[in-house]
């Protein structure tokens, strides 16, 4: 088994900033993409973003130039800084990744970590 382990969110004011960290931990044998989820309430899961284990990195239009998405590999660890946070980013947020395990690829969600921007 896997599991992801998010935290970081929180309670921030319009334009401020917020980091959040997703551990992966358990049977890994290498991890393949890994990609931030959201959702806000009444509102479908979205993708945020998404970074191969290469580096390449894609991006929703609406954070695009404000959330950056970053991985260490050594540590199984993806993170999502966010700066000028708007209160439309307000959602819970979810960490996913695709893991292989011997010769299979399973994708893993995180439990979700709040994230609340008003003043």
């Known amino acids: 088994q896997v599991q992801l382990v998010e935290s970081g969110g929180g309670l921030v004011q319009p334009g401020g900033s917020l980091r959040l960290s997703c551990v992966a931990s358990g049977s890994i044998f290498s991890i393949n993409a890994m990609a931030w989820y959201r959702q806000a309430p009444g509102k479908e899961r979205e993708l945020v973003a998404a970074i191969t284990s290469g580096g390449s990195t894609n991006y929703a239009d609406s954070v695009k130039g404000r959330f950056t998405i970053s991985r260490d590999n050594a540590k199984n660890t993806v993170y999502l800084q966010m700066n000028m946070l708007k209160p439309e980013d307000t959602a819970v947020y979810y960490c996913?990744?695709?893991?292989?395990?011997?010769?299979?690829?399973?994708?893993?969600w995180g439990q979700g970590t709040q994230v609340t921007v008003s003043s």
């Open positions: 996913n990744a695709d893991v292989l395990q011997g010769p299979l690829m399973y994708g893993y």
